[in-house]
């Protein structure tokens, strides 16, 4: 089949069933998130009931917009103490079969960092590192509760779209016990069951090793006494040729944290390959699932949205507005993978799609995914928070490689995160109708609220913090001699590989152009730090905004209100998030992969 | 190590609940 042709069913037939569980799952949440009485809440409810009698809550108690950004601070920043203790003591605890030592402070810290933004950018390979403990009570149930609070947060920043002159925003413990008991757990249960029947393992197994039938010869990377990477004169990296005949096979809970890896678009894996391990990612169906379950519940968020504000309309056009960037962008990234790299195929190197192969650029690539499901993965985990991988994004082409360092630096919001996509666009429609006021002369508004001051300053700071830390971050590790260090390929795609760690970072993503070695102080140390401002500074502007609107009063629909639900208002809310992304970023990108291309041209 | 690390996290968690505060007293009292 023409490649084009696969890519263009797998993008339709994905699209169509994502778009399809839009509408139910959309209205399920809100429901849920609202007190409705529906079957999930009516097996749930005891449980709920007792958490809160438990925790001495009173779910029915409101908060204005501080109390619940100080309730939200304070429950993940327990959470890091939490996951910091359990890495740094994990040889002393059980389910430990392989007797793992302790994680270095460094480490434990950017991991704890990591989870609780929901970030999950891994620094360590898990198989090698974690114990089964530390990745169940640990990861996977940081994966569980931050995607909770991005679900809470998004809420809450809807609230204050729908309610008027109130100085409340709901309850913050209740809306993370709620997203996790009815939204998360469920279809995490479901998820994993399908997940294991496909062959995903879950056992506590010790490790096994198997004898290969071949001679393995690799290069052993040397490290110095800091633990980065040694060099050679001409900058490369030190490498010593070793030998094996044995292949160690990691076992391990696998299914359960798979699945609320990909449906709290977290995506720390189980294993350093991460979705390209056959244990976590099996067949073409696991994938295909898995890059649903990433999308799912973010597109879904924006129908909540336009239930819970009184007219869906506005959340299909939020919808439609992600859509564009997503298919624009994935179609990007598929062209560039398919047309392979010029300067293999002028080594005689056959990249023409066959029946018996992908052809195109196939480094870093599974075979058993090929080009078409391997680009989807790519814009699928970098349009939305999660950083799940299927494919080394290291390896793709230069401009394969823009493509998801675009989409993070668009700010992740084609869908976006669990929650957090769905509160980024609407500070971009906040700012785009506030851009329209200006050109037509009229004090902006958004479904009903007056955009004033205040809520542009809160905008302004949500939409700068970001990219202030990945810019910043990148100079700074450009001109130390740590984070030069961690470099795998010196040239315009070393500085991509940084670029790419920062954006990713403070954009709350994890995946990485793994050439680089992260697992250094430096690094553990600036991304942990990226993570968290990254994830915590925008909340804290988004809750805001959300306390100001949910003060005033609504005002009444005129002649003269602009229409937020129409093709103008899309255009609009595109015409704003591009603008944002090309004038903060273009400097940056033309250093890194957009020269690389130009490089790669004129060396054909 | 430890202490250093836990530091940090101290840190990073005051400044966003100055922030919290700062915004706060931005916009008056909620």
Known sequence: MNPTVQFSLLLCAFLVIVLACVKPLGRYIAGCMDGEANLARRIGGPVEGLLYRVCGIDPAEEMS?????????????????VLYALQRLQVWLPLNPQHLPAVSADSS????????????????????????????????????????????????????????????????????????????????????????????????????????????????????AAGNPLRDAAGNAVTVSATTQTQTLPMGPVASQEAIKELGTNGGGFFNANSAHPYENPTPLTNFLEMFAIVVIPFALTYTFGLMVGDTR???????????????????????????????????????????????????????????????FVAVTTATSCGAVNTMHDSLMPLGGLVPLILMQLGELAPGGVGTGIYSILMFAVLGVFIAGLMIGRTPEYLGKKIEAFEMKMASVFILTTPFIVLFG?????????????????????????????????????????????????????????????????????????????????????????????????????????????????????????????MLVAAR | MDAVYLGMVAGVYLLTVGLVWALNRLRGPS
């Open chain 1, 314 to 376: 506005q959340g299909w056009a939020l919808l439609a507005a992600m859509l564009v960037l997503f298919v624009a962008l994935t179609a990007v990234a598929f062209r560039s993978e398919q047309a392979g790299n010029p300067l293999i195929a002028a080594q005689g190197v056959d990249q023409v799609a066959s029946d018996l192969q992908s052809g195109g650029n196939m480094e870093g690539k599974e075979t058993r995914f090929g080009i078409a499901a391997s680009a989807l």
């Open chain 1, 65 to 81: 917009w501080s109390r619940y950004a100080l309730a939200m601070l304070l429950f993940n920043g327990l959470g890091v103490l």
């Open chain 1, 474 to 598: 990148t100079a700074v590790a450009v001109m130390c001699t740590a984070g030069v260090a961690g470099i795998a390929n010196p040239g315009p795609h070393g500085f991509s590989e940084i670029l790419y760690a920062f954006s990713s970072a403070a954009n709350n993503n994890g995946s990485a152009f793994g050439g680089l070695s992260a697992n250094t102080p430096f690094y553990n140390i600036a991304t942990g730090l990226a993570m968290w401002f990254g994830r915590f500074w925008p909340i804290v502007a988004t809750l805001a905004i959300a306390g100001s609107l949910a003060a005033k009063k609504r005002i009444p629909v005129t002649e003269g209100t602009m229409p937020t639900h129409g093709p103008l208002f899309v255009s609009l809310l595109l015409g704003s998030i591009l603008l944002i992304g090309v004038l903060t970023y273009v400097p940056a990108l033309a250093l890194g992969p957009i020269v690389e291309h130009f």
């Open chain 1, 109 to 224: 810290f950017n991991t704890a960092v990591s989870f609780v933004s929901n970030t999950n950018w891994q620094g360590y390979a898990g198989e090698s590192t974690l114990s089964y403990l530390v990745q169940m009570a640990g990861l996977a149930v940081q994966n569980f509760l931050s995607a909770a609070t991005g679900i809470a947060v998004a809420v809450a920043v809807i609230r204050g779209f729908a309610r008027h002159s109130s100085r409340t925003i709901g309850n913050f413990w209740a809306d993370l016990t709620r997203s996790t008991l009815y939204v998360l757990l469920p279809l995490s249960v479901v998820l994993a069951l399908v997940l294991a029947s496909q062959g995903v393992i879950q056992n506590f197994d010790a490790y096994r090793d198997a004898k290969t039938l071949e001679v393995q010869t690799y290069q052993n990377p040397q490290l110095d």
